[in-house]
């Protein structure tokens, strides 16, 4: 990964890290925590950086819809933080590893 592209990228893994500790317990909460450790772990090691990136980015979606439909009522709160994160994974770190030359 270009030097250029290191502190945007250490940027958006602490906005990761962070979004992780807020989340509150529950199963697709656990989901996106687990989605974010491995992503995290592959983005360090320069690994698996594609599949982890394709798997956070689904269960992230998922969170999400069960939000905005309804079904989680108590994750109501949170829900912008979900549309935050979603939004800098797709305009900040994805361009990011797509210039680095990972297909994401």
Same mark, same amino acid.
Do not use: I, W
């Given at each position: 990964?270009? @030097? ?14 962070? +979004? ?26 320069? $690994? ?5 990136? $394709? ?11 069960? &939000? ?6 108590? +994750?109501? $709160?949170?829900?912008? @933080?979900?549309?935050?994160?979603? /939004? &800098?994974?797709? /305009? ?7 210039? @680095?030359? !990972? !297909?994401?």
């Amino acid at each position: 990964m270009d @030097a250029t592209d290191s502190e945007p990228l250490a940027s958006v893994c602490r906005l990761l890290e962070a +979004f992780a500790h807020r989340l509150p317990q529950g199963e697709r909460e656990d989901d996106v925590r687990r989605a974010l450790t491995t992503a995290l772990m592959a983005l360090r090691e320069q $690994r698996g950086v594609e599949d982890a990136m $394709r798997h956070l980015v689904s269960v992230l979606h998922q969170l999400d819809e069960g &939000a905005v439909s309804g079904k989680r009522r108590e +994750f109501q $709160r949170n829900a912008p @933080a979900v549309g935050r994160l979603l /939004e &800098a994974l797709q /305009e900040d770190l994805l361009p990011l590893l797509r210039r @680095a030359g !990972y !297909y994401v």
